[in-house]
């Protein structure tokens, strides 16, 4: 566990460094794009601030590569050239996309490039840990590997809105995975707790806290698209490489760890942005419009117009995805019979707090439409304020 933490610090560090490096490139050398109308913020902002991050996972890559403990997921290099490719890929891809504003196809074939590189050095999905199918086609195991890297950045860059958010919400899923991995690896071998996923997800959640600092509201940079698909690009390959970890167990159940967890964990660590897409997608292709095209109808505007400021609506997504991603990982610690109910009153709470703004806003206008005042039999006048 000491040399995990020592690796978040380290990616932490390089991140926080290296970012006001890249916000004065982005300031001096890229002409910031002009404010659009589903921007929340109120000046052009410099968007480089995944390069950093890219950067702090690939050097933290490169020193664990060198520390003894990880020899077990050093012995076969072939994943790992595969995610160090990938992370190139994303960073040229995305780099290019925030100086020229690629088109949504152009963007779309590199993140398919690059999950086609995940694949086919080694990191694939060869089951589906629901009743343990196994996916016996390679070209299909390839093809599904692609998908869920493609769907996972996208996912991700739906939610990159507001000051904070992505990397707020990277940081949670990539601290509730990392516990997950972690107990999976020592679960798995007593021996060695050297684990792919717990060091992916130690070096995102590293690289994320490091990035946030300077992108907390009011934000100095952005990361951009090279940072919102390196999340979905190393969250969806912690993710797969999850699910081999637990078919080399044959049984797919194990002491601590719940048989469903490889694949519930997951899609809780990105429910948030899994939902802004979903709900997107619906909205834009039920107004005739296509599914890639922008709007100001994600989770975050929808909060922003009901009256929550910048800073509480990131807060208030915050706390929906820590409790999301941090329940369903106590179900490894905390028996269901305790763990559901306290989830429950902790859902409506949220729910509540979420729902204040909407809720002010109605007992205003039912105080502004009280009962009507009598004025002559038959006939009535409203209270002053009241619309008609």
Known sequence: MKLYLLLIATSCVI????????????SRFV???ALRERDVHQRPIPKLGG???????LI????????????????NPLPLNGIFLACL???????????????????????????????????RLEAMPVGWIHIQSESLQIGLTVFVVVLTMNAINFVDGLDGLAAGVAAIGAAAFFIYSYVLARTINEFDHSNLSALLMALLLGASLGFLIHNFYPATIFMGESGAMLIGLIMSTAALAVTADVGALGAFRFRNVPSYMPILLPIAVIL????????????????????????????????????????????????WSA???????????VHYGILIPVLVVLFLITAYITSNPWQRRRLR????????????????????????
Do not use: C
């Not at 991140?15 to 982005?26: D, H, K, N, S, Y």
């Open 15 to 26: 991140a926080f460094l290296l970012t006001p490096v890249m916000r004065a490139v982005g």
């Open 365 to 388: 206008r039912a105080r502004a439409g009280e009962s009507p005042v009598k004025v002559f039999e038959g006939e009535t006048t409203p209270r002053p304020g009241k619309e008609h």
């Open 272 to 319: 948030l942005p899994l939902v802004d897409l979903g709900a997107a997608v619906v909205r834009r292709t039920a107004s005739g419009r296509s599914p890639f095209s922008a709007d100001r109808g994600h989770l975050h505007h929808k909060l922003i117009d009901g009256g929550w400021t910048q800073r509480q609506a990131v807060l208030l997504l915050y706390l």
């Open 89 to 123: 890929i994303v960073l040229v891809v995305g780099v290019i996309d925030d100086i020229f504003d690629l088109r949504w196809y152009a963007k779309m074939a590199g993140q398919a490039l690059a999950g086609l590189v995940i694949a086919l050095n080694g990191i």
């Open 31 to 33: 002409v910031p794009a």
């Open 51 to 57: 390069v950093a991050m890219i950067i702090a996972v």
């Open 60 to 75: 933290g890559l490169a020193l664990s590569s060198q520390m003894p403990f990880f020899q077990g997921v050093f012995a």
């Open 323 to 333: 409790l999301v991603a941090f329940g369903t990982v106590a179900f490894n610690f």
